[in-house]
């Protein structure tokens, strides 16, 4: 299938989804279809939803109500055995970062490939690209409370892509860093998506979203989703 083709497929599916947490409505009847390739930013105010559409995406919740469809698979129907599977498909980048503290840069990085059983020799070869790409060479050996903010979402992000994931989710990734900072992970998000990979990213960084002609720009409030 050639690439133009590929882009208009849906690679993500939401049809009335809903999520209540007890009496409050997060979401309420979201339908979203994000095509294969998309730049998709999530803005909104806090408390509005964009967490939880992402967590439910990225299989951290569960819907209360509704249908999704991930890379051609229903998440309330999909097996175990293929969750794995699922997982590996997408790479997730929070705000906090949430790399272990007490490995170094190559381990935080090197564990996704080692869970999935990838063997030695590759998982290195693997490891030192993502950190060539992200710029975090020389960092190889630190430990993350030692980085800076912005260095240690960089090595998230060398987490989330390193075991080339189709889908990007990415949780206020910028949040936190100096606009420097920002930036660096903002192109590299850019770069990916060059390479075809989906990107949806929840972001009140509106400096970087105006700043780029990238992208579809979904609004949710209240639970409540407006295309822009
Ligand atoms: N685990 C939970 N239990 C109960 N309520 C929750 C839970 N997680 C989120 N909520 C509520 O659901 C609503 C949506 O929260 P969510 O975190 O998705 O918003 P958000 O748009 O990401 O906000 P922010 O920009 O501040 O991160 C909020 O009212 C929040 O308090």
Request: proline share 4%; with cysteine.
């Amino acid at each position: 299938m050639g690439k133009d083709m590929n882009k208009q497929e849906p690679i993500i599916r939401c049809f009335n989804v809903s999520k209540w947490y007890e009496n409050l409505c997060a979401l309420k009847k979201i339908n979203l279809d994000i095509c294969t390739g998309e730049f998709v930013f999530i803005t909104g105010p806090s408390g509005a939803g964009k967490s939880t559409l992402l967590k439910i995406l990225y299989l951290d919740e569960t819907a209360s109500e509704g249908q999704i469809v991930v890379d051609g698979m229903n998440l309330a129907r999909i097996s175990k055995a293929r969750m794995p599977y699922l997982r590996r498909r997408l790479g997730v980048v929070f705000q906090d970062f949430k790399l272990i503290p007490n490995r170094t840069v190559y381990e935080n990085v090197a564990l996704v490939l080692e869970v999935a059983g990838v063997k030695k020799s590759l998982i290195r070869q693997k490891v030192l690209q993502v950190l060539r790409i992200t710029g975090m060479t020389r960092k190889i050996h630190a430990l993350p409370p030692t980085l800076s903010g912005g260095e240690q979402q960089r090595v998230a992000f060398a987490r989330a892509v390193v075991g080339e994931p189709a889908i990007i989710i990415a949780d206020e990734p910028t949040g936190s860093l100096d606009h420097d900072s920002a930036r660096i992970i903002f192109n590299l998000l850019v770069k990916y998506n060059d390479k075809g990979v989906t990107i949806l990213i929840a972001s009140h960084n509106l400096h970087l979203i105006n700043n780029t002609n990238r992208g579809r720009h979904i609004h949710l409030t209240n639970g409540e989703l407006q295309l822009m």
